[in-house]
């Protein structure tokens, strides 16, 4: 266990006893991938006090940890907000990266901030409540773009149409599942497993034979993510029929 987990484990712990302790829920900020996994390490010891994990919407990479239990539901602390240009006219495409640098530009600490998944016309941001004002009020322009940020309500979240494709897998591997959607060799695969850059639904996978299921959200970090849609049979050379989506 290295300095970094090790502090996150305390801090999890922390908070998983003033939940216990006091019968009020106590939430994290944001999670990134890496530190999610410093919490399923000491999930079992924590789960005494009730846990619930969440970013905003189904398929959140970035998360939330809530602690507690009780009579009562404690909604997560998260805003969705919309980012769109002032005018169509005169806006650029802008990517993720572009949206990330306007915010981080403006002092604001990654760990308030949830995904940010651009749309063709903007994007949404999912942020800690207590900055929401902060960003409606400062992010004015992204890049040379001017913008108006406002609350949306996340019933209205608009994903873009996955990409969806039929690939043929020798077998159900995890390695062959990133092979064939990221276009690589198996060798190639193997590396982002050694690397540790391989999640299969927000849980680290250091085992590159691990089978996959119906419905596994598998992300590649440096590459994508996608998701086994569907196992639909197998071709006449016994290779299994699979349909995946990427984002």
Known sequence: MNEEERLWRNRFSELAERAYARGRYSFTDFLS????QYFYGAERELS??????????????????????GDYEEAFPIVCLKISPSSAKFSEELTHRDYLGA????GIERSTLGDIVPFSGGAYLYCAERISPFIEEQLTRVRRTEVKCFRAETAEFERKERESETCFLSSLRADCAVAAAFRLSRGEAEKYFEAERVFINGRLCPRSSKELNEGDRV????????FLVEISGESRKGRLRCRIERD
Not at 33 to 36: F, G
Not at 103 to 106: E, I, S
């Open 33 to 36: 991938p890496t530190e999610q």
């Open 48 to 69: 005494y006090a009730g846990v619930w994990i969440w970013g905003g919407y189904e398929g959140a990479e970035r998360q939330m940890i809530r602690f507690g239990s």
């Open 103 to 106: 915010l981080l530009n403006l």
């Open 219 to 226: 992300t590649v970090r440096g590459k994508g993510r996608f």
